[in-house]
């Protein structure tokens, strides 16, 4: 089965992320792609604690992310795939992962940002890379749960 949903989520797993979306799009495991996270037991710990009960997870690198679904290691899952950032998501699509739409829902102010919707603030590299996501073939959103609507982010741009 493989990916069902993918979101960028500064957050990474959090209240929405563990319930809402979860069950919504009926994930069986969680992977999170970050390279710090990987690095970092407290992050790690934290994840695991905020996981919903029975669903499985997986922190990954972006590399070893990118081997596991070349080995095709998840496809009896429905997974739930989570990046911190648009550009780690848009790494992942570039090296292959089958990602049949991304969703962003939580990208904090930072230098060079400026704000598409509410809790969603892009740079020019962001808005770049969703460009290319879409022009790839690749929907994105900016849902925060997922009742909001879906429409394209470009009509946030």
Do not use: C
Request: proline share 4%.
């Amino acid at each position: 089965m493989a990916i069902v949903h993918a979101r960028v989520d500064e957050r990474l797993i959090h209240g929405q992320v563990a319930m809402v979306w979860t069950n919504t799009v009926g994930a069986t495991r969680i992977i999170v792609v970050n390279d710090e996270a990987v690095k970092d037991e407290m992050i790690i710990a934290g994840l695991k604690m905020a996981k919903p009960a029975g669903v499985k997870l997986s922190i990954l690198s972006k590399k070893r992310a990118v081997e596991k679904f070349a080995e095709k290691t998840y496809e009896d899952d429905k997974v739930f795939l989570i990046t911190k950032n648009v550009g780690d998501m848009a790494e992942l699509v570039k090296a292959g992962l089958p990602v049949p739409a991304v969703n962003v829902g939580n990208v904090a102010k930072r230098e060079g940002s400026r704000p598409i919707k509410k809790s969603v603030n892009l740079t020019e590299q962001d808005i770049a890379d969703v460009k290319g996501l879409i022009e790839s073939g690749i929907p994105v959103t900016a849902q925060m749960i997922p009742n909001e609507s879906d429409q394209t982010i470009l009509n946030y741009l």
